[in-house]
């Protein structure tokens, strides 16, 4: 059964510091992560996706990708206050439909 | 705006009480996730349906729950019986479904917020 583990449970950065969160996972089979942000338990907006091992950037977003170590990172480039929110790694194998969530990371952007 | 609608925003039931909830994919979307999200925490998966077809479901939904999807623009998911413990947020979200769905990027609606009292 996949576990996915979300560290730290929380994290208040200045605005324009570089803010990084990490997710590991317990399947090394598993192919498909993504990064997510919830704002105040409303619905969920996709940040990246990656497939493969190594980086991969979508705007301010960076994922960084290793799989022999089971880890998964989220990069936030210049955050600003509206970043605020409760951030979601999702993990799944090949041709799996479902994804696993972590418990998330609450982070908060300081002015 | 999200591209996944779901009705109602709010539902308030009483213990021992039918809930209904509905979900209206994106439009060309084949494949429709639930999940469930208590207190602000992970979400935890209910049931897949691809084409309409339940795929893969936790054991709670198949004792507790109804989900159907009636049509490729709707599905809907009931609780039979409603108990406190299930008071949470229902996210509904969906995919293109092809290619290996775990490939595939969901998107997810605002969610039906449950409150059982």
């Known amino acids: 059964q996949q576990k996915v583990q979300q560290s730290p449970e929380s994290l208040t950065v200045s605005e324009g510091a570089m803010a990084s969160l990490n997710c590991t996972f317990s399947?090394?089979?598993?192919?498909?992560f993504r990064w997510y942000r919830q704002h105040s338990a409303k619905g969920l907006e996709v940040l990246v996706s990656?497939?493969?091992?190594g980086e991969k950037e979508e705007g301010r977003f960076t994922a960084h990708l290793n799989r022999a170590n089971l880890h998964v990172s989220l990069h936030i480039r210049e955050p600003q206050p509206s970043d605020s929110a409760v951030y979601l790694c999702?993990?799944?194998?090949?041709?799996?439909?479902?994804?696993?969530f972590g418990q998330g990371t609450k982070l908060s952007i300081k002015p | 705006d999200a591209a996944v609608t779901q009705k109602p925003r709010y539902l308030i039931k009483m213990k021992g009480q039918e809930a209904e909830m509905k979900c209206i994919p994106e439009?060309?979307?084949?494949?429709v996730f639930w999940y469930q999200q208590k207190q602000s925490k992970e979400l935890k998966f209910l049931i897949y349906?691809?084409?309409?077809?339940?795929?893969?479901q936790i054991d709670m939904v198949k004792e507790r729950f109804s989900a159907v999807c009636p049509s490729s623009s709707l599905c809907s998911l009931g609780i039979r019986t409603c108990e406190a413990e299930d008071s949470a947020l229902y996210l509904c979200?969906?995919?293109?479904?092809?290619?290996?769905?775990?490939?595939?990027?969901?998107?997810f609606g605002s969610g039906t917020r449950l409150t059982v009292l």
């Open positions: 349906f691809q084409n309409q077809q339940p795929l893969d």
């Open positions: 990656i497939f493969s091992d």
């Open positions: 999702a993990v799944s194998g090949y041709n799996q439909g479902k994804l696993i």
């Open positions: 439009k060309g979307h084949t494949a």
């Open positions: 399947d090394g089979t598993s192919n498909n």
């Open positions: 979200s969906s995919s293109q479904g092809t290619g290996g769905v775990g490939a595939e990027t969901l998107y």
